[in-house]
């Protein structure tokens, strides 16, 4: 396999999980990130990391040409909701044009394929449950709003330019390469399962459960969690299908929602002891329940989840946070 895929975000949690399923898979890949939020040490030494930024777009498409990249999958991005709300500049100059600038030097280099890593966060709060991939964008924060107008964008320059994509919308990533040596590592950590395993390994006082008053089987809210690699593995077989399509999305969940109380209780069971809870209110505009459809991507990529047991999850993340190394 001669085509060269240039990973974009490739140091970062998701991008670095993606970077290892692309090496056993047997494609020549090069990494290019600001390390702004990415890690050195989570790409594998003998794959190239390139130091720079999306928005560099001499600088990137040269780095395309000089690797022969046909392919990229983009995962590049700023991705705090909050912060989105506070910082809105930095989230569309990052991401939105960002990614404008990334096109750039796909067009400069003839690079004409891109997986763009988007979210569910572009459906907002749904109306239905499970979410389809034809339910309504309607976007409630400008982290969403930047993911939705990228996927425009794609869908355009498939029309005008011959652009190939496919756009992956995922829910909750979580859990670690059971391999070890990678996992979740943000600052500031906001999701939930490594929130969790902190608490239970003295990094974090507690856990803050928001609101236990919904309309579920036990009051918390329940999400769609979705290991790391399964989410690699759906980037491979997407980049496998880019030939034959001009854009496509997919959602990628279990297609199963776990409550946080659930995931509490689970993550009690594997380190073996109780976790310290903080009760608080509601958080605004938190549904009470999203889960995916994730029967497109599993009728026409061929995808399965392969560790979409919740203990599975948490196990490996635990065994990341045991064994993370020294910052």
Known sequence: MTETVLVTGGAGYIGSHTVRR???????????????????????????????????????????????VSSVIHFAALSLVGESMTDPRAYYVNNTAGTLHLLDAMRIAGVERIVFSSSAAVYGEPASIPIEEDSPL??????????????????DYG???????????????AGADPEGG??????PETHLIPLVLQAASGRKSSISVFGTDYATADGTCIRDYIHVNDLADAHVLALGSLEHQIQTIYNLGNGTGFSVQQIIETAEHVVGHAIPVTLAGRRPGDPA???????RACTELGWKPQLADLETIIRTAWKWEQHRPLQ
């Open 138 to 155: 309607a976007p409630t924060s400008v982290y969403g709003r930047t993911k939705a107008v990228i996927e425009g964008i794609l869908q």
């Open 289 to 295: 329940i999203l889960v995916a459809s994730n029967k």
């Open 22 to 68: 692309l090496v056993r898979a047997g494609y020549p890949v090069i990494v290019l990130d600001n390390l702004a939020k990415g890690h050195r040490w989570a790409v594998p030494a003998d794959v190239p990391l390139v130091v720079g930024d999306i928005t560099d777009t001499a600088h990137v498409a040269k780095t395309m040409q000089q690797f022969q």
């Open 159 to 173: 029309a005008a330019y011959g652009l190939h994509s496919v756009s992956l919308r995922y829910f909750n990533a």
């Open 182 to 187: 990678i996992g979740e590592d943000h600052d």
